[in-house]
Nanobody, 129 residues
């Protein structure tokens, strides 16, 4: 049974930093693509950062240079380091995994809810001005 559990969210002032974690279980973590998505209140979910099956990464333009996606295969954990946070980064953040054998980071980033096989329940990030 695949499970994805996010942690590390919370409230931070603009300019601050947070690191999100996503603990994965129930599948071969290192082999498949994963991504971070966010959904601001009243808006659609969007891709933030992603790993493809080849290990490449992709980022939304709005977070390039500020956010870094990484993973620890030994711990089956995906991370999102978020720096220079802005109020517009406020959203529910979700991690997701897809078990396709060949999926690019860009495809993960563009995926909608049905484009990824598994989702975490999400965690809130609130950035105050």
């Amino acid at each position: 049974q695949v499970q994805l559990v996010e942690s590390g969210g919370g409230s931070v002032q603009a300019g601050g930093s947070l690191r999100l974690s996503c603990a994965a279980s129930g599948y071969n973590f290192s082999r498949y693509s994963m991504g971070w998505f966010r959904q601001p209140s009243g808006k659609e979910r969007e891709g933030v950062a992603a790993f493809g099956t080849d290990g490449s990464t992709s980022y939304a333009d709005s977070v390039k240079g500020r956010f870094t996606i990484s993973k620890d295969n030994a711990k089956n954990t995906l991370y999102l380091e978020m720096n220079s946070l802005k109020p517009e980064d406020t959203a529910m953040y979700y991690c997701a995994a897809d078990l396709a054998l060949d999926m690019s980071a860009n495809k993960v980033l563009r995926a909608n809810y049905f484009g990824m096989d598994y989702w975490g329940k999400g965690i809130l990030v609130f950035v105050s001005s």
